[in-house]
């Protein structure tokens, strides 16, 4: 067969297989279509798929075909996390600076730390660790991934949830949106390069100075260039930034996080990221599955995940619970809030995607984060739903902040 004809059977698995899963299996009260499509991802690599059919594994997804889908994904997760950037509203969280500060805070702080107490326990036996790792960069990649919030999934959750254009779901959205900017500054620094540092000292200086001319052009562009303009201005600056060592997707946040929505119109955002989710996220799902490992065992990869999850798990809540305290929420409040935050869905995976091209964490701690990250978000909506009934019994749902 022609590379075409397997590349097309690999493409006919990518979107075949997690749609049956969910339709025929029903299963978007614990696992909507994105997380399938992830699990998926896991099931057609190389530790499920691979293992029971090797030699049907290795013809499908021959180096050819593979190259071909990481392309493929590399463009989709470029659009995906420029629009996670524009989604961002720093206006609103700056109007609300106090609570959002206090609450983002320590909802990033706990997971963070109890991540960074999980990558202890991990260091402690060989095979977790990246081999261009320093330990710092370890522990702070790993506790950053348990305190990740995945914007973009946690719209699709609240909108599922009936909360998203309510009071509590505007809330929710600015503790994340200043985790998010949090998280990915983190990231640059993990990924400082002393021997590149004053190419990515250029970068930024460079970055900041073209900002501001982008944003007089954007202005004065009807809103049929600007999609153009915009497109041009993401893959200058994931290039720019990957060129200077910082990974594309950092670039590719940044040029999104300077864009306003306004000059696209909320529809037609969202309209594109519903797209971007249905065309292209499939396959970045699919790559990410090609290159999770079980060469420690299964046994090991899920006590690692588990770890993981209790961290992120129990740092939100902590957090969570800590700002209720010190802002006087009502009861129930810091329950609901610290579920939605630790969701992790797709930015946790692209997250641990540039730890692992930095070589900061193994094949394996990547399985285990990607897990960790499934089962985030697939306990989200189980756990939340019932505790929103009750609030809204009580009526907490439709207050606004304080």
């Known amino acids: 067969m022609s590379t ?27 696992a909507p279509l994105v997380i399938v499509q992830i699990i998926m991802g896991i099931v057609l690599g190389p530790g499920v798929l691979g293992a029971f059919f090797p030699a049907y594994h290795k013809f499908v997804f021959n180096p050819d075909v593979v190259k071909t889908l ?8 470029m659009l995906f996390v420029m629009l996670a950037g524009i989604e961002l509203d720093l206006k609103k969280v700056w109007q609300y600076r106090r609570e959002s500060s206090v609450t983002a805070g ?35 990649g790993t506790g950053m991934a348990c305190a990740v919030t995945a914007l973009p999934v946690l719209v699709l959750l609240l909108e599922k949830l009936d909360i998203l254009r309510q009071p509590m779901g505007q809330r929710i959205l600015r503790y994340a949106s200043l985790d998010d900017v949090a998280i990915w500054g983190v990231l640059a620094l993990i990924m400082l390069d002393w021997e590149r540092i004053g190419r990515q000292l250029g970068f930024m200086l460079a970055f900041a100075l073209l900002t501001v001319l982008f944003r007089r052009l954007m202005a004065r562009l009807p809103q049929s ?24 997707m950092v670039g590719a946040f940044l040029a999104g996080v300077v864009m ?60 969570a619970h800590l700002a209720g305290r010190v802002l006087k929420w009502q009861r129930g409040e810091a329950t609901i809030i610290g579920w939605l935050l ?28 990607l897990l960790m990250a499934v089962g985030s978000t697939m306990l989200t909506i189980p756990v939340v739903h019932p505790k929103l009934h009750r609030a809204g019994n009580r009526g907490l749902i439709g207050q606004a902040s304080s």
């Open 342 to 369: 630790q969701s992790k869905g797709l930015i946790e995976i692209i997250f641990a995607n540039i730890l692992l091209d930095k070589g900061i964490i193994t094949s394996e701690t990547f399985t285990a984060l």
């Open 260 to 319: 306003d929505a306004d000059w696209f119109g909320q529809d037609n955002l969202d309209t594109l990221f519903k797209n971007v989710l249905l065309v292209l996220m499939p396959v970045f799902f699919l790559s990410t599955g090609l290159r999770t490992k079980w060469d420690l065992g299964g046994y090991a990869v899920f006590f690692a995940a588990g770890l993981l999850l209790v961290a992120s798990v129990g740092g939100k809540l902590a957090g």
């Open 70 to 77: 990481n392309g493929i994904a590399q463009w989709g997760v």
């Open 225 to 248: 260039d600007r999609w153009y303009v915009a497109l041009i201005w993401l893959i200058a600056c994931a290039l720019g930034a990957d060129w200077a060592g910082l990974h594309f």
């Open 4 to 30: 075409t004809e397997i590349f097309l059977i690999a493409m006919l698995l990518i979107f075949v297989a997690p749609y049956l899963v969910w339709r025929l299996g029903r299963t978007d009260y614990v």
């Open 106 to 140: 320590l909802s990033l702080t706990m997971p963070l730390l109890f991540g960074c107490g999980a990558a202890v326990l991990l260091m402690s036996y060989p095979g977790w660790m990246g081999p261009k790792a320093a330990t710092w960069q370890f522990l702070l």
